[in-house]
């Protein structure tokens, strides 16, 4: 079969998938989950064997980027096998993983030997006990050897992301961004996204323009707008000195909607044509329900009509939350 690009109605075209593999996580970083998660039953997850075909049938559609995420993708068991058959597929440009780094540095050789062309790695701090208490498992010197060694192995991009919560790692971003800058990776910085119920704090509180970011940047560092772009929503700019870039992910105060080229599908299998909606479609069923020899064909055909109810633009408010029930982690961050 041809492959058709996936368009969606108001002409966007869709080249980027984010895949999560698990939704399950090492971590419980406060705001991307409740502290006491329960995880889907293992049934409920695809196996390797369903994650690639729905890899394989999206790059079959046109996808050029594929994002393997999570939950914490490198705690899904033989993840290196999936990521190497997705590697594999020619039609692909770019495989990229999201991580906590908690596993980095037993795995950033393998990774790359799997095909990994870019690798985001979450850090909100560069204080142990403050990473502690916002992961609350995380040992930071853990994920600090995993990014060391991620540099010492070398990928196309590594970039740090971070979540910055006013009351929490604000003072740091001035820290985060040299720390950065100093390995040669890049950092973008992350508006907190109202997804899930959580207790550990106001996200209305805790909320931090990008702008106001760059505003207390400007103390240390001197940016310019970049003209980059990852295919992805982070818009990026230069520090004057460096080699390297900072990014800003603003679903709320710059909204990236109207570039939008992406879709997410869950570990359980659920196609989101929009992280801020629900609007989704169960391909989990379609692989269960039709025979081997037909489930690519029946999967292209679900993924081509799901187009038509991509939603415009995600909604968010932080002031009356929560609207989105899913945790990050289910969704595939
Ligand atoms: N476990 C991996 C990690 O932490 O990088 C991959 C999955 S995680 C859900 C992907 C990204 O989503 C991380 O960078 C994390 O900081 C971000 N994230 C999680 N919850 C978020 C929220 N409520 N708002 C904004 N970003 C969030
Ligand atoms: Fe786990 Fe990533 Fe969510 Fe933190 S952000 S709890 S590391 S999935």
Redesign the pocket.
């Known amino acids: 079969m041809q492959s058709i690009p996936l368009t969606d109605r108001f002409g966007r075209q869709i080249t980027y998938l984010r895949l ?1 593999v698990t939704d399950r ?1 090492d ?1 419980r ?1 406060t ?3 409740a502290e006491d998660m329960v995880f889907m039953p293992r049934s409920e997850v695809l196996s390797l064997e369903e994650l690639a075909l729905v890899a394989e049938t999206f790059i079959e559609l046109g996808i050029k980027k594929i994002r393997v ?6 705690v899904r068991k033989n993840v290196i096998e999936l990521l190497q058959h997705i590697s594999s597929q020619p039609e692909l440009h770019e495989l990229c993983l ?4 908690s596993q980095l540095e037993n795995m950033a050789e393998v990774l790359k030997r799997a095909g990994v062309n870019r690798i ?3 850090l ?1 701090s560069l204080q142990a006990s403050r990473f502690k208490s916002l992961t609350r498992h995380g040992e930071l010197d853990t994920v600090l050897a995993g990014l060391d060694k991620a540099v010492q192995v070398g990928f196309d991009q590594i970039k740090i ?3 910055i919560l006013k009351h929490f790692n604000f003072d740091e971003i001035c820290d985060l961004t040299e720390f950065a800058l100093n390995r040669g990776i890049d950092i ?1 910085f ?7 119920t ?1 207790h550990s704090h106001s ?1 209305e509180l805790e909320f931090v323009s990008s702008e106001e970011l760059r505003h207390a940047l400007s103390a240390k560092f001197q940016l310019s707008p970049s003209e980059y772009s990852s295919g992805g929503p982070a818009r990026f700019w230069r520090a004057q000195g460096y080699n390297n870039l900072v990014g800003f ?1 603003s ?1 709320h105060s710059e909204n990236f909607c109207a570039t939008c080229n992406r879709v997410r599908v869950t570990a359980t299998g659920r196609l989101l044509l929009c992280l801020g909606n629900e609007h989704s479609i169960d391909l989990k069923k379609i692989m269960r329900t039709f025979p081997a020899s037909q489930q690519k064909n029946a999967l292209k055909r679900t993924i081509v009509q799901a187009m038509t109810i991509k939603p415009e633009k995600h909604e968010f408010d932080l002031a009356h939350e929560p609207q989105i029930l899913r ?3 289910a ?3």
């Open positions: 999560s996580c971590f970083c705001y991307c989950m995420t999570g939950g914490e993708p490198l999201t991580t906590n780094g985001n790695v979450s909100d992301n971070s979540v973008s992350i508006e907190e996204m109202p997804l899930g959580i996200r992910i679903p945790f990050m982690s969704t595939g961050g």
